[in-house]
């Protein structure tokens, strides 16, 4: 599988207690999109920046390989996703995402 960035946008889950009435964006560009139930397959790891540059295409490929033997079908958009507490910190959390058709 060969990866190659085309575009980007940014995702966040609202909260079920205010899918029904969720905040209104204070800019212009962002807005509310809504998305039909899925399943979404995701593989965490640690990483520590920035010794391996090469990890998120890795831990995708990982991924897909995985899903792909599970006889699992995806959408090819991969999706990445980090939880960095301070820059330069020792490891932080990071997943790879493909959501389900």
């Given at each position: 599988m060969q990866f190659q960035v085309t575009s980007a946008e940014m995702y966040f889950y609202i909260p079920e207690e205010f899918q029904a009435d969720p905040p209104v964006p204070?800019?212009?560009?962002?807005?509310?999109?809504n998305f039909p139930d899925r399943v979404v397959y995701y593989r965490?790891?640690?990483?520590?920046?920035?010794?391996?540059r090469d990890i998120f295409e890795n831990e995708f490929r990982n991924l897909a390989g995985a899903l792909g033997a599970a006889g699992k079908a995806v959408l090819p958009i991969p999706?990445?996703?980090?939880?960095?507490?301070?820059?330069?910190?020792?490891?932080?959390?990071?997943?790879?995402?493909?959501?389900?058709?």
């Open positions: 204070a800019d212009g560009d962002v807005f509310i999109k965490a790891f640690n990483w520590d920046f920035p010794e391996d999706c990445g996703n980090g939880r960095v507490h301070s820059t330069g910190v020792g490891r932080q959390r990071y997943e790879v995402v493909f959501p389900s058709y």
